[in-house]
């Protein structure tokens, strides 16, 4: 199982090519964002508990905005180094996210 994040200039097309509108993925920490994102509460109030292992998650500009506070403290509590190479991708993904007005950073779990 992971997660596979791609950065997008406009909201992605599920079904066709969203090729188009894609800025920057990231593929090499699936399994690693998956175990740390899975400890989060789904209920609770942060953004990233709202990330589905299993589906596709859509964040727009100011839900990445939010969320990329959120990461800061997962990183500041990381041991694992495989998870903070990963939380440290999301970061970035996250802050040109909100820094690129109408995109949206999609989260692809298995």
Not at 23 to 30: C, D, K, T
Not at 44 to 49: A, D, N, P
Not at 54 to 65: I, S, V
Request: a negative charge; aromatic letters at 6%.
């Amino acid at each position: 199982m992971g997660i596979e994040l791609e950065l997008h200039s406009g909201r992605p097309v599920r079904k066709g090519s969203s090729r188009d509108t894609l800025l920057r993925g990231s593929y090499g920490h699936g399994e690693a964002l998956s175990r740390v994102l899975s400890t989060l509460d789904r209920h609770g109030s942060g953004k990233l508990g709202w990330v589905d292992p299993y589906g596709d998650t859509l964040f727009n500009e100011q839900e990445a905005q939010v969320a990329r506070q959120e990461v800061t403290t997962l990183i500041q509590g990381c041991t694992d180094d495989r998870q903070k190479a990963a939380l440290l991708d999301l970061v970035e993904l996250l802050e040109a996210c909100a820094a690129t007005p109408g995109s949206f950073l999609w989260f692809m779990g298995d």
